[in-house]
Nanobody, 127 residues
Framework: QVQLVESGGGLVQTGGSLRLSCAAS????????MGWFRQAPGKEREFVAG????????YYTDSVKGRFTISRDNAKNTVYLQMNSLRPEDTAVYYC????????????????????WGQGTQITVSS
C-alpha cells in the first residue's frame, strides 16, 4: 500500500515562501505521476501542480505559474512544491497525490486520475 506524508505547511505572511515535501513509501515511486492539490474551506479540491514520473514534464494551474515550482527526487522518493510570493488566496489544505497505474508522459490534472493521497497540510497566508 502506497503512503504519502506531506510536511512543510504553516503560517506565512503575504509575499513569503514555503516548501512542501511529500514522502512516498510502499510503491515504486520512480514510476508515479505526482501532483499537488489544494482545498480551501467551502471550495472544491483544485489542481495546483503536477509532474510526470521522470520529472520531464510539469504543469501548473494559471494562478500559481511563475510562483510555484514542483520537483521530484526519485532517489529520495519525495516530491516538493516550492511556493514563493504567497498570497492570502493560496490559503488552503494542500494535498499530495500519486498514481502508478500507467507510466504517463502527460501530467494528470484531475483528482480522479490519482489513486493515492496524503493527509494534507495546512497553509495559511496572512495579509
Amino acid at each position: 500500500q502506497v503512503q504519502l506524508v506531506e510536511s512543510g505547511g504553516g503560517l506565512v505572511q503575504t509575499g513569503g515562501s514555503l516548501r512542501l515535501s511529500c514522502a512516498a513509501s510502499g510503491g515504486t515511486f520512480r514510476t508515479f505521476a505526482m501532483g499537488w492539490f489544494r482545498q480551501a474551506p467551502g471550495k472544491e479540491r483544485e489542481f495546483v501542480a503536477g509532474v510526470t514520473w521522470n520529472g520531464g514534464t510539469t504543469y501548473y494551474t494559471d494562478s500559481v505559474k511563475g510562483r510555484f515550482t514542483i520537483s521530484r527526487d526519485n532517489a529520495k522518493n519525495t516530491v516538493y512544491l516550492q511556493m514563493n510570493s504567497l498570497r492570502p488566496e493560496d490559503t488552503a489544505v494542500y494535498y499530495c497525490a500519486a498514481d502508478g497505474l500507467w507510466i504517463s508522459s502527460t501530467v494528470y490534472t484531475t483528482p480522479r486520475e490519482y489513486k493515492y493521497w496524503g493527509q494534507g497540510t495546512q497553509i495559511t497566508v496572512s495579509s
